[in-house]
C-alpha cells in the first residue's frame, strides 16, 4: 500500500487517505482479503493523529471498499467487476460534482466543457 | 473509559478566573491544549494535577478524584513543566535517584533509553543544563514510571524543530497500544495539526470548544471578502481585519451562507487562536 500525504494540501488529510487507498483497490493495486494495518500503527507510521486514520477507514467502509472483522483488522472487500464500475463512478462523481460547481461559475456550457476537457485528456 | 473527565472548575483569582472549564480525554488518544498566554491553561493543568485549591468542580483520572485519590493516582501520571528550579546544583544522577524512590513503578532501562535519546549526560548539573534539555529530563522522568496519563505543559517550546519532531513522534509511539493518554499544552500550533487527536481551546479562563481535531477547524470558516460584503456578515463574525483589498474575518461554520459570494476558507489552528484573541481584544 503507497501512501502519500501532503500537510500543505487544501485536502484534509483523512480525505487524502480515503482517496488514495480507494483508487488503489478501484485499480486492483490491493487485492481483496488484503488487511490494512492497524489503525493506531498506521496513524504513527504515516505521523498524522489516529482519528484521521479511523475517520478514513471509516469511509472506505462505508463505502464497501473494506470490511472490519472486529478483533482482526480491516480488510479489501470482494467485488465483482459490476461492482467495482459502480463504486468507480460513484467517487469519480463525488469530484465532478464540485468541478462543475466550479465550471458554472464561469457560466460554461456542458459542450463547452466536454471540448475543454478532450483537448487535455 | 474517560482518561481524564473534567467538570465544571471554577477558580478565581483577584484578576482572572477559570470559569466552568469542562472537558473529556478518551483513554489512548492525544489531546492538545491550546490558548493565549495567561488564557488559563497552566491553572488548568495545575487543577488537573491538585497543586492548588479549586473553587468548585471535580477532576476524575482514569475514573478517580485526584482529591481523593492523589497519592495513588500520581503513580499513574507524569507531569512535566518547562522549567526545574530546584537542587540546580545536583547533578541529574542525584536528583534522579531522589525522584525515582517515589515510584513504585520506576523502570531504569526506559528511563536510560530516554537519555540516550535525548541525548543527556547523567553527570551534568541541572543548572548546565539549555532550555531545551531540562525540558528534555523532565519528559524522561516523567515517561520512566509507566504512566498512563501524561499532562504536559508547554513540552515543546524552547526546543529546536528537530527535538520538537522527535517528541512528537516519541508521543505517538507512546498511543500505539491505546494505554496511554496525553494531554499537552502549546501554542505551537503546527505540533498539534499532525498528532493531536482533540483540541480544547481556552480563552479568557473559558473553554471555548473541546472537539476532535477536524471538527474543531471545521467548525470555522475564514472570510475573505471585498468591504461592500463586510456589512453582509460583520455581525455574525467573531472578529475581522481590514486592509485596502477588503476583509479578512473568522466565522463559526454555521452562521455562513456557502451560496454567498464570499471567498471561505477552512483556517488552520494558529488563524482561529488569533481571530479569537482579537475578539478579546475588541471589548477592551
Redesign the interface.
Same mark, same amino acid.
Given at each position: 500500500m503507497n501512501v502519500a500525504i501532503s500537510?500543505s494540501s487544501?485536502k484534509?488529510i483523512?480525505q487524502q487517505l480515503f482517496e488514495q487507498i480507494s483508487a488503489q483497490i478501484l485499480k486492483g493495486e490491493l487485492e481483496s482479503g488484503y488487511c490494512l494495518p492497524p489503525i493506531?500503527?498506521a496513524?504513527?507510521e504515516l505521523?498524522?493523529?489516529?482519528?484521521?486514520v479511523k475517520?478514513a477507514w471509516e469511509e472506505l467502509e462505508r463505502c464497501g471498499l473494506i470490511n472490519t472483522v472486529t478483533g482482526k483488522g480491516c480488510f479489501v472487500a470482494e467485488f465483482s467487476p459490476d461492482e467495482i464500475l459502480q463504486i468507480r463512478n460513484e467517487t469519480v462523481l463525488k469530484q465532478m460534482v464540485s468541478d462543475a460547481s466550479y465550471y458554472k461559475s464561469f457560466g460554461l456550457s456542458i459542450e463547452e466543457v466536454v471540448e475543454l476537457l478532450k483537448k487535455i485528456y | 473509559m474517560l482518561a481524564l473527565d473534567i467538570r465544571n472548575l471554577n477558580k478565581a483569582y483577584p484578576n482572572f478566573q477559570l470559569q466552568n472549564v469542562s472537558f473529556q480525554l478518551e483513554k489512548?488518544?492525544?489531546m492538545g491544549f491550546i490558548g493565549a498566554n495567561g488564557a488559563g491553561k497552566t491553572t488548568t493543568i495545575k487543577s488537573i494535577l491538585n497543586m492548588l485549591h479549586i473553587d468548585s468542580g471535580e477532576v476524575l483520572i482514569l475514573g478517580k478524584n485526584i482529591a481523593e485519590h492523589e497519592i495513588e493516582l500520581k503513580q499513574e501520571i507524569g507531569y512535566a513543566f518547562g522549567d526545574i528550579d530546584f537542587y540546580t546544583r545536583s547533578k541529574i544522577k542525584t536528583l534522579t535517584d531522589v525522584i525515582k524512590k517515589f515510584y513504585k513503578n520506576w523502570n531504569d532501562e526506559t528511563y536510560y533509553n530516554y537519555l540516550r535519546r535525548f541525548k543527556l549526560d547523567e553527570n551534568k548539573k541541572i543548572a548546565e543544563l539549555s532550555t531545551g534539555m531540562k525540558v528534555k529530563y523532565n519528559l524522561a522522568l516523567a515517561l520512566s514510571h509507566g504512566a498512563k496519563l501524561l499532562v504536559l505543559d508547554e513540552p515543546t517550546s524552547g526546543l529546536d524543530p528537530v527535538a520538537r519532531d522527535n517528541l512528537?513522534?516519541i508521543f505517538? $509511539?507512546l498511543?500505539?497500544?491505546?494505554e496511554v493518554s496525553i494531554l499537552f499544552s502549546t501554542h505551537i500550533t503546527s505540533d498539534l495539526?499532525?498528532?493531536?487527536?482533540?483540541i480544547t481551546f481556552i480563552v479568557n479562563g473559558q473553554i471555548v470548544k473541546s472537539s476532535?481535531? $477536524?471538527e474543531f477547524i471545521e467548525s470555522y470558516r475564514l472570510l475573505n471578502g471585498k468591504e461592500s460584503q463586510l456589512e453582509q456578515v460583520k455581525d455574525q463574525l467573531i472578529s475581522y481585519k481590514k486592509n485596502s483589498f477588503g476583509f479578512t474575518g473568522l466565522i463559526h461554520s454555521k452562521d455562513f451562507d456557502p451560496s454567498s459570494e464570499i471567498n471561505a476558507?477552512?483556517p488552520s489552528l494558529e488563524e482561529i487562536m488569533i481571530y479569537f484573541s482579537k475578539k478579546e481584544d475588541s471589548y477592551v
Open positions: 500537510n487544501d484534509p483523512y493506531r500503527q496513524a504513527q505521523r498524522v493523529s489516529i482519528i484521521t475517520k | 489512548g488518544y492525544i512528537l513522534e505517538q $509511539e498511543v500505539v497500544d491505546g495539526e499532525k498528532c493531536a487527536d482533540y476532535e481535531k $477536524e476558507a477552512i
